[in-house]
């Protein structure tokens, strides 16, 4: 990463002449808790050593300089100019600033080179590593005195309102409260979180990406949201207290099976059995019982797959081959689905295994060669020094 720090800031040097502040933003993996953040459920993120690096400084007018060093793409707006590009990447830098200029705060215009090694699109969340490291920049520079929860909930906007992502916040919380050797459980609902240790040195934490990525996957995630929506309106009608389907017990949800859509009550069968197994995860890292944690990756897959139907055949290749390699704790699909990367808990005498055997089968069933990342669990963003 110290390579990818000195690239983007010569990248800085050489495009505006001075000297910026430099901005690491992780990507964040998610041991479990998958599309259970939008309906206020649990979660259970790291921050990653896998970053986006920002190069920054501001400008005495509303003139916005933007270079993506990874495409060698510019893109320049101002303020009163912000709306949707083509390139698609200034949108979540855009979205950013015009929640800020919404939200009422004093910020000016800016000179910004970020490139980073998160796999774009690959589950990671490069966009809330985007997001989050601007909006914690732009309280840096601007000395907005900010807390973290106000950043995330300024970065999720930007991702809701200008990107049009109907995301949770757990992206942008893990982003910006991650900690080295510590995963967070969050409530999506009231937004308290406990850290829970994850120092296993034995332990490595393996993302295997797909390299697939699917166009659909915006839409079907928005899909998947308003479809949970349906069943909680449903069973609302019959118990009032029911805001979300973290409410929802699936004793209740199954006696009103049959008033709801057969696709709609899967999708809330998932959602419930994911928050248990949450929770259950928790207490196995508290016990430091890796076994009974990876059972649960496994069972957190087959009902992303068969019950909210995001995975595709490329990420059950990924677990299944996984699965078959001895030292594999657990494995199962991250991210929105339709493509990206698993994430694989793996003794570290096997890593060399897992990559070889993963490969080699991905390779003889799909023709095409994963990109495989050992990732540790690190601090969240922060300033360079």
């Known amino acids: 990463?110290?390579?990818?720090?000195?690239?983007?800031?010569?990248?800085?040097?050489?495009?505006?002449?001075?000297?910026?502040?430099?901005?690491?933003?992780?990507?964040?993996?998610?041991?479990?808790?998958?599309?259970?953040?939008?309906?206020?459920?649990?979660?259970?993120?790291?921050?990653?050593?896998?970053?986006?690096?920002?190069?920054?400084?501001?400008?005495?007018?509303?003139?916005?300089?933007?270079?993506?060093?990874?495409?060698?793409?510019?893109?320049?707006?101002?303020?009163?100019?912000?709306?949707?590009?083509?390139?698609?990447?200034?949108?979540?830098?855009?979205?950013?600033?015009?929640?800020?200029?919404?939200?009422?705060?004093?910020?000016?215009?800016?000179?910004?080179?970020?490139?980073?090694?998160?796999?774009?699109g690959g589950g990671m969340s490069s966009s809330a590593a985007i997001e989050g490291g601007l909006a914690f920049a732009l309280n840096y520079l601007y000395d907005l005195q900010l807390d973290g929860l106000t950043l995330a909930r300024l970065a999720r906007q930007a991702e809701n309102d200008f990107v049009g992502v109907k995301c949770g916040i757990m992206d942008m919380f893990a982003n910006l409260f991650g900690q080295a050797k510590k995963v967070i459980k969050l409530d999506c609902r009231s937004l308290e979180f406990d850290y829970y240790p994850f120092e296993w040195e034995e332990v490595r934490v393996v993302i295997s990406d797909s390299l697939v990525r699917r166009a659909l996957a915006t839409s079907e995630y928005n899909l998947r949201r308003q479809q949970c929506e349906v069943g909680v309106n449903l069973l609302k009608k019959y118990y009032p207290e029911i805001k979300n389907l973290r409410d929802v017990t699936l004793a209740r949800l199954v006696a009103h099976q049959t008033e709801l859509d057969p696709v709609v009550f899967k999708r809330c069968v998932y959602v419930i059995k994911e928050n248990?197994?949450?929770?259950?995860?928790?207490?196995?890292?508290?016990?430091?019982?890796?076994?009974?944690?990876?059972?649960?990756?496994?069972?957190?897959?087959?009902?992303?797959?068969?019950?909210?139907e995001v995975s595709c055949r490329e990420l059950d290749l990924l677990v299944e081959s996984a699965a078959r390699v001895e030292g594999v704790y657990g494995s199962r699909m991250m991210g929105a689905g339709f493509g990206g990367c698993t994430i694989s808990l793996v003794r570290s005498e096997a890593v060399g295994s897992f990559t070889e055997k993963v490969s080699a089968d991905y390779r003889q069933a799909s023709g095409q060669e994963p990109a495989i990342h050992v990732v540790r669990i690190e601090a969240g963003t922060h300033v360079i020094q």
């Open 1 to 120: 990463m110290n390579e990818m720090v000195q690239k983007v800031r010569a990248s800085f040097l050489e495009k505006f002449g001075r000297e910026p502040v430099l901005i690491s933003s992780p990507g964040r993996i998610n041991l479990i808790g998958e599309h259970t953040d939008y309906n206020e459920g649990f979660v259970l993120p790291g921050a990653t050593d896998r970053a986006i690096i920002l190069a920054i400084a501001p400008r005495e007018d509303d003139v916005c300089r933007f270079h993506a060093f990874d495409f060698n793409q510019d893109f320049s707006t101002t303020f009163d100019c912000l709306q949707k590009s083509d390139l698609h990447w200034p949108d979540y830098l855009q979205g950013v600033l015009a929640v800020f200029l919404q939200a009422g705060y004093r910020i000016r215009g800016l000179d910004l080179v970020f490139g980073g090694n998160i796999p774009i």
């Open 276 to 308: 248990q197994r949450v929770e259950q995860a928790c207490q196995d890292l508290l016990r430091q019982d890796l076994f009974s944690f990876g059972q649960r990756m496994y069972e957190s897959h087959l009902g992303l797959r068969n019950e909210y």
